[in-house]
């Protein structure tokens, strides 16, 4: 054995080695003696890779797949028209796309491990990096290898070992390569190249830059329900796979997401303790510690609480945008919020917000589907996975929480139209709705804008729902938004049958307005309005029209006399004098105000088409039938031109036409009319509708009428 110097006497000789290539190094305490160095005679050559055929009972999968795998049938069956259908020159290749945990490793596994007698070799390598796919490629050469000259393998850097698999992937047909979760096209798109034959399938979050490989990327989307529900059952075992509603409950709560239902179903299997309905107890309670909970035999990185880590610490290098949007939309309701929302962005132009919602869609993290919002116009709306967003939560603290919802309700705040009774506008608070619930606090005035809106819209149990919750919040305050919801929820009664009941909310809810906001405040205003006409709902009209009558100079004084508020009083106590007996007094009141809606809000609008019905009505019950069907028959093109020909108001016009066609003597002609209109009404508003019972009884009538006069004759 050769003996080196102390070194001690040679303080500059330098003691390293390579314990792979150049020896092995030993070390006792401080003297750091070498005791062996073995000398690297010439490298040896790897094999020609043509030659090298694949081992018996290689297997190139890491694990494998799943027992319980449910409702991926149809994916399997594109794969595998995908890879084994497509022809043609250059490798045959297929990603499959979707959100991180929704199963797309677990499918390229299953297509492996159900097709793997088709292929000569089968290999599977983890490409969350490029230095990964290269060792993937590079264990490849050492398994090949390794009973031929397994010392050239092991020789062979890792550059070297890659270009010989690349090698042999083409040289040999009848091969499927997995690249998994590949962050980049860029990191496969040099491999693919070189590639003549065999198949390729990626899984990958990524949804841009496949197509310029001629991949058109298979979208794995969540679990349908039952399937969700299968899943677990299969999971947990009895005896909580019999518990339905429990299952239901649990899908529900983890989105149908599969890594998210496999975590909680192994957990509640393997945990001491544990049943399905502590665990969804605990889900709610404690709901970050079990979306990091795994069992000692799972892998602990993939839990929904770390699968979307790799792809945020990679949005924060790229765009650290992506980030703060993905955590504010973290508090919105989880589907379909308009990006107009997201435009005034503190900090950002809506430039920059676009790209940042892009670089999110494309890792699968948001998906962007485009919607009508209002006439022709049109928004991308923006829905998040609510497991992304709950996790997405409980990774911040309190204060950054209690920031980001504020944010979020500012934004909303500005987003709503200021007249949530505009037609136009329904579209626009339809996709709000959702998040305004979600973000809004319940003394915002937005709510109050809410509110409003579901009673145009005639969503008596939300706007109940909401009410409540606002008036609960409030209660013993005089707050305006607790005076709204008092409002809206005197109205919810009022609507869903209980007149007088509305009428006495009302009653008690006028003094605290008038005490709070003023006696001439337009809530104040409103609230009276709103008594006068459950008042005469509730059986009294005359009582109705004195309160309008009160009422009518005030509005005018305070809003105009133009004022749509002070037309609709005006309209209204002319309804209620009619229906007081005096219908009269109707028609003349209706008559002067018809010419004032022309001016101010057109002829065609909705409010004047109404006061025009209601002026032929009146003339009709007046006295003057003939003069009822004039304007009756002059109303109908308008009606069937502006509203549609099958609009519910425009058969009612024509229904109304027909019975005053009759009363003015012409009972034919009525009968004629009612028989075209029946078919119409049956097929618009079903044959059991009041509507359509009161056309067909009309239309009996007249030919009983009709048949009586010609027995007579």
């Known amino acids: 054995m050769t003996t080196l110097p102390d070194p001690e006497e040679r303080p500059d000789v330098q003691l390293d080695g390579d314990a792979r290539e150049r020896g092995r190094v030993y070390q006792a305490a401080h003297d750091q003696i070498i005791n062996e160095i073995t000398q690297q005679g010439p490298r040896r050559p790897l094999p020609p890779a043509a030659t090298v055929q694949v081992p018996a009972g290689l297997s190139g999968l890491p694990r494998r797949p799943a027992a319980a795998f449910v409702g991926r049938e149809a994916a399997l069956t594109a794969l595998r028209q995908t890879l084994q259908d497509m022809t043609g020159p250059g490798v045959i290749s297929q990603a499959v796309l979707g959100l991180g945990g929704v199963g797309k490793s677990e ?11 088709e292929y000569a070799l089968v290999w599977w390598i983890d490409a969350d990096r490029p230095d990964l796919i290269r060792n993937g490629l590079a264990a490849l050469t050492r398994e090949l290898t ?32 997995i690249f998994d979760n590949v962050e980049e096209v860029a990191d496969v798109e040099p491999y693919l190249a070189r590639l003549a034959h065999g198949h390729v399938l990626i899984t990958t979050r990524r949804d841009v830059g496949w197509q310029h490989l001629n991949i058109t990327p298979l979208r794995l989307e969540l679990l349908s329900r039952p399937a969700a529900i299968a899943l677990l059952a299969d999971l947990i075992g009895p005896p909580d796979s019999a518990d339905t509603d429990g299952l239901k409950q649990l899908a529900e709560q983890l989105g149908d997401l599969p890594l998210a239902l496999t975590q909680a179903g192994a957990y509640i299997a393997r945990t001491p303790r544990i049943t399905l309905r502590r665990y969804l107890n605990l889900l709610e309670t404690w709901p970050a510690r079990m979306y990091d909970a795994a069992t000692v035999d799972q892998d602990a990185e993939r839990v929904i609480a ?16 992506a980030v703060q949007v993905l955590n504010l939309l973290a508090f919105f309701a989880p589907d379909n919020l308009p990006c107009r929302v997201l435009a005034a962005l503190p900090g950002a132009d ?113 706007a109940r729902q909401l009410a409540e919750q606002i008036n609960t919040h409030l209660c013993g305050t005089n707050h305006p938004c607790a005076l709204q919801a008092q409002q809206t929820l005197a109205a919810c009664v009022g609507e869903e049958g209980d007149a007088a009941a509305a009428r006495d909310l009302f009653a008690a809810l ?63 106590l002319a309804d209620w004098t009619g229906q007081a007996g005096d219908p009269a007094a109707a028609r003349d009141l209706l008559a002067a105000l018809l010419p004032i809606e022309e001016r101010v809000s057109g002829v065609e609008d909705p409010s004047t088409l109404t006061t025009r019905y209601s002026l032929a009505d009146w003339t009709g019950q007046a006295g003057d039938p003939a003069a009822a069907r004039d304007i009756l028959a002059a109303l109908l093109p308008i009606e069937e031109r502006v509203r549609g020909a099958e609009d519910p108001s425009t058969l009612t016009t024509r229904y109304s036409l027909a019975r005053w066609t009759g009363q003015a003597g012409d009972p034919a002609t009525a009968r004629n009319m009612l028989a075209a209109l029946l078919p119409v009404r049956e097929r618009v508003s079903g044959v059991d509708d009041p509507d359509t019972v009161r056309t067909r009884r009309a239309l009996a009538e007249y030919t009983a009428l009709l048949a009586e006069t010609n027995e007579i004759g």
């Open 107 to 117: 499918l390229a596994l299953q297509y492996a491990h159900h097709h793997r007698q």
């Open 146 to 177: 390794c009973g031929i000259d397994s010392v050239a393998a092991e020789q062979a850097t890792v550059e070297e070992a890659t270009a010989w698999a690349l090698s042999w992937l083409a040289a040999h047909p009848g091969w499927l390569v």
């Open 306 to 321: 770390k699968v979307w880590t790799l792809s945020q610490a990679r949005l924060q290098q790229v765009d650290p945008l």
């Open 350 to 462: 809506e430039l920059q917000t676009d790209e940042a919602l892009a670089l999110l869609a494309s890792y699968s993290l948001i998906t962007l589907t485009t919607s009508e919002l209002s006439g022709e116009e049109t928004d991308d709306l923006i829905s998040v996975h609510r497991l992304v967003q709950a996790v997405t939560r409980h990774q911040l603290d309190p204060g950054q929480q209690a920031q980001l919802r504020e944010q979020a309700a500012a934004l909303l705040l500005a987003a709503l139209p200021e007249d949530p009774e505009a037609p136009e506008n329904r579209p626009v608070y339809q996709h709000l709705l959702p998040h305004a619930r979600a973000v809004l606090p319940l003394d915002s005035p937005g709510l109050s804008r809410i509110l409003t809106y579901l009673l145009e819209v005639e969503d008596y149990d939300l």
């Open 510 to 572: 006028l003094p605290v307005h008038e005490r709070v906001s003023g006696v001439e405040d337009p809530s104040t205003l409103l609230t009276r309005y709103s008594l006068a006409g459950w008042t005469g709902q509730a059986g009294d009209p005359a009582a109705a029209r004195d309160m309008l009558a009160a009422l009518l100079p005030v509005h005018e004084r305070v809003s105009g006399v133009e004022d749509p508020s002070t037309l609709l009083t005006r309209y209204s």
